[in-house]
């Protein structure tokens, strides 16, 4: 059992910049695989990015490739995403889940945190 918390989001322009982060409960925390994801209006959850249990693999959607970066501080039971050079389609609400397998699917993951609002403006 892990509870997750997101925090960071808010409004930015284009090209601005943002860092989320998610704080887990538990002494457990490194013992998951962490992911983000995000939801636009109208649309389906959607991968964002993935993180193994030390930290040493990450593996990203090829819309943020290049632009977001998936960090952990497990001596912090925290989990960052970077997001760099924002467009509008980013805007979403955006969602850190913990998984005992790594994994691109919502279905994968066992627990999410409740969504924190990313908005970039044009």
């Known amino acids: 059992q892990v509870q997750l918390v997101e925090s960071g989001g808010g409004l930015v322009q284009a090209g601005g910049s943002l860092r989320l982060s998610c704080a887990a409960s538990g002494r457990t925390f490194s013992s998951y695989y962490m992911g983000w994801f995000r939801q636009a209006p109208g649309k389906e959850r959607e991968f964002v990015a993935t993180?193994?249990?030390?930290?040493?693999?990450?593996y990203y959607a090829d819309s943020v490739k290049g632009r977001f970066t998936i960090s952990r501080d497990n001596a912090k039971n925290t989990v960052y995403l970077q997001m760099n050079s924002l467009k509008p389609e980013d805007t979403a609400v955006y969602y850190c889940?913990?998984?005992?397998?790594?994994?691109?699917?919502?279905?994968?993951?066992?627990?999410w945190g409740q969504g924190t609002q990313v908005t970039v403006s044009s």
């Open positions: 889940a913990a998984a005992s397998i790594m994994g691109t699917r919502d279905n994968d993951y066992d627990f």
């Open positions: 993180i193994s249990k030390s930290g040493d693999y990450t």
